[in-house]
């Protein structure tokens, strides 16, 4: 509820990015909903210009780095003003001047924050209604199976991109990175041209906070995660040295 209000914006969009600018001041409280890289990104970039920046969400970037990391990174954040709000997400966002613009956030927990502009950094799905009724099965999740040409079940439909299930690694998932769905083109549109070619790829990507990065290769497989320094530590030492962290 009240998704379409002034200043509630997701960040897909040149014109989201510029609303969001618009609505960054001196004064402004906003709210981050969604503790991943939108998220996290969009907290370390504001946190200087604005009253007060929230996050909502869970532990940051667990999905991808694991609890250790996130709540690493988590506290480093707060140590440079972000709050953050976890285990709760917003329950309905409220205009309680009745001029069309955000000022509340209800929360699940029914906790109410201040917000003069919500961001959210979460919710991407697949955009595979089209697809209803053909005979491409999707995956558990309903992203587009592939195989290592990008061809799905269908001979001669393939597909690519964020919207797929293929192969990375020895497994199948979904990866939504733009070197993994240029790549995916490239292999398909060679299969497409008769010119036989399997996918081959090791997923790579990066985030940067507060001028500094953490990069990331391969996919998760966490055996055993030992944080060995702090979060400011191993960010400078994989910029400096252009490597990656040690971790046990
Ligand atoms: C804010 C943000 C920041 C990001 N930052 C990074 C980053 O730093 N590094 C990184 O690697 N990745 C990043 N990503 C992810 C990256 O943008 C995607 O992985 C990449 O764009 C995927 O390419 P794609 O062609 O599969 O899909 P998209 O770029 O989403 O393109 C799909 C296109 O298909 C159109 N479409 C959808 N449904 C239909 C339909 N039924 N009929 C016709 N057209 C349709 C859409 O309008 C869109 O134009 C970011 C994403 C966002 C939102």
Not at 129 to 147: A, H, R, T, W
């Amino acid at each position: 509820e009240g998704l379409n209000l002034k200043n509630v914006s997701y960040l897909r969009t040149h014109d989201d990015a510029s609303a969001i600018g618009e609505a960054i001041n001196e004064h402004a409280k906003i709210l981050v909903v969604g503790s991943s890289f939108i998220g996290m990104e969009m907290a370390s970039y504001c946190v200087r210009k604005v009253k007060q920046i929230t996050v909502i969400g869970s532990i940051p970037f667990h999905r991808s780095f694991g609890k250790e990391i996130g709540t690493q990174v988590q506290r480093f954040f707060e140590s440079k003003g972000v709050k953050f709000l976890l285990d709760t997400t917003p329950q309905s966002l409220k205009s309680i001047k009745n001029d069309g613009a955000i000022q509340q956030v209800v929360l699940k927990n029914g906790k109410v924050v201040e917000a003069d502009a919500v961001v959210i950094g979460i919710g991407v799905l697949p955009s595979v209604e089209f697809l209803k009724g053909s005979q491409l099965l999707p995956s558990e999740n309903n992203y587009i199976v592939v195989d290592e040409r990008m061809q799905t079940n269908v001979k001669d439909v393939y597909a690519v991109g964020d919207a797929v299930f293929g192969p990375v690694l020895g497994t199948k998932t979904n990866i939504g990175h733009w070197q993994v769905a240029q790549y995916h083109g490239k292999v398909a549109a060679k299969n497409m041209l008769l010119k036989p070619t399997v996918l081959h790829t090791v997923p790579f990507f990066w985030t940067r906070f507060f001028n500094m990065s953490i990069r990331y290769v391969g996919r998760k497989e966490w055996v055993k995660v030992k944080v060995t320094s702090s979060v400011a530590v191993w960010c400078k030492v994989s910029i400096s040295r252009t490597e990656l962290p040690k971790m046990g």
